[in-house]
T-cell receptor
Framework: DAGVTQSPTHLIKTRGQQVTLRCSPISGHKSVSWYQQVLGQGPQFIFQYYEKEERGRGNFPDRFSARQFPNYSSELNVNALLLGDSALYLC??????????????FGPGTRLTVL | AQTVTQSQPEMSVQEAETVTLSCTYDTSENNYYLFWYKQPPSRQMILVIRQEAYKQQNATENRFSVNLQKAAKSFSLKISDSQLGDTAMYFCAFMVPGNTPLVFGKGTRLSVIA
């Protein structure tokens, strides 16, 4: 079975631009979470979606938004990019029905560089 | 709020030897899960092992085992018979069951030396 997929792999943008990152969860998984990982740090939670509804939001500005589609894929949008938004953006999926199904499995990430 | 602390920024181990990575966490919850994830230079975050706090028995996955000490809020990872492919960043993570996010530590960079 295919794991979590993310696109694009790498992205270079300039300050002030907007970016959209995409994620497809493992087949059958209904929850997608987004994390930001800056160099040398652990991932920080941005959003979690379950059944197309936002279930949690981390401490990120309103420039960050996301949505989940009927097929459970998800997009993360970042507006008005800042240099500090340069990071690895990780998507994780889970079935989220309790017990071991809460375990999150990660995609390969999208490396965003803001110049 | 939950916090996870990894106090060893870097560690190294000889191939075939055993190494233990440390993690402490802080929470007021009684029911929670703890994880170790591995992130090699390819950057894909890979689940190594999972432990439910309510389970008495510590989890084991092949060469990887954990030691959960709930009173001390300590969760260590032991890697036996270390292999070159174990070279990676290792992250300890905490989660409360349900729709809550993972909380990660800052990671430990492990180098396995031939």
């Amino acid at each position: 079975d295919a794991g979590v997929t993310q696109s694009p792999t790498h992205l270079i943008k300039t300050r002030g631009q907007q970016v959209t990152l995409r994620c497809s969860p493992i087949s059958g998984h209904k929850s997608v979470s987004w994390y930001q990982q800056v160099l040398g740090q652990g991932p920080q939670f941005i959003f979690q979606y379950y059944e197309k509804e936002e279930r949690g939001r981390g401490n990120f500005p309103d420039r960050f938004s996301a949505r989940q589609f009927p097929n459970y894929s998800s997009e993360l949008n970042v507006n008005a990019l800042l240099l500090g938004d340069s990071a690895l953006y990780l998507c994780a999926s889970s079935y989220l029905a309790g017990g071991s199904t809460d375990t999150q499995y990660f995609g390969p990430g999208t490396r965003l560089t803001v110049l | 709020a939950q916090t996870v602390t990894q106090s060893q920024p870097e560690m190294s181990v000889q191939e075939a030897e055993t190494v233990t990575l440390s993690c402490t966490y802080d929470t007021s919850e009684n029911n929670y899960y703890l994880f170790w994830y591995k992130q090699p230079p390819s950057r894909q975050m890979i689940l190594v092992i999972r432990q439910e706090a309510y389970k008495q028995q510590n989890a084991t996955e092949n060469r990887f085992s954990v030691n959960l000490q709930k009173a001390a809020k300590s969760f260590s990872l032991k890697i036996s018979d270390s292999q070159l492919g174990d070279t990676a960043m290792y992250f300890c993570a905490f989660m409360v069951p349900g729709n809550t996010p993972l909380v990660f530590g800052k990671g430990t960079r492990l180098s396995v030396i031939a």
